[in-house]
């Protein structure tokens, strides 16, 4: 399957402690502690599913990070809804189509772009950074930085992660007259086997890291 980098939402305000706990709880870093007050009362651990669910209530979903429309709520989501359904077969009406999509982010119309990458996972949503990309990067930046990706990060090991493959690409990019590819989004016409082609790579994950660590998101790595 190979690896794909889907972001964490981050905590609401005020939930922050809790995120935590939460999350080191459903990774199995920590173990539930109900208390001798607790089991007399005959509580019982939560489940993993219930762990989730009480996860995911005090998150904000990285969408609203990178400031993608909902459909429902704003105009430009509900225009591309519509021009979804022109295009469609027209099995069901118009306003059933529409309220089916309710609370659709579109992420294409997504206004931060630095958190939606051009090397995209199939199948998943247009955030997900096909991490299985950067095994093209192995011979420039070394086995051990390129292996990191596939260790799930919170948002400050992200945000350093992201830093450090940063900094490598700049000084390769400095040293090969490259540093142009730092902002340019789309990939370059090249192949794997080119060095433009996996500098833009590392740049691309680099910056998709930042942008994600420095608002509050860390990434889910799943292979």
Sequence with gaps: MGLDMRPMGKPKNGYEDKFIELYNLISGKTKQNIGL??????????????LLQEWFEIQIPSYETIKAPMVGRDQEANEWIKNKYRQSDHLISEEEFIEKARGYYV???????????????IGQD???????????????????????????????????????????????????NLE????????????????????????????????????????????
Aim: one cysteine or more; a neutral charge.
């Design 126 to 176: 247009e955030n997900v950074f096909r991490g299985q990309f950067l095994n093209d990067c192995v011979d420039i930046i070394g086995e051990n930085l390129v292996a990191e990706a596939w260790n799930t990060k919170l948002a400050n090991e992200a945000l350093d992660y992201g830093i450090r493959l940063m900094g490598k690409a700049d000084e390769i990019a400095k040293v090969n």
């Design 37 to 50: 007050v607790g089991k007399l009362k005959g509580k019982k651990e939560k489940t993993k599913d219930e």
């Design 180 to 223: 142009y590819l730092r902002s340019q989004r789309n990939p370059p016409n090249s192949d794997e086997t080119k060095l433009d082609w996996k500098l833009h790579i590392l740049f691309s994950v680099a910056k998709w890291l930042i942008f994600y660590g420095k608002n509050g998101h860390g990434y889910e790595a799943d292979y």
């Design 107 to 121: 992420i294409e119309l997504a206004k931060e772009k630095d958190g939606v990458p051009m090397y995209v996972a």
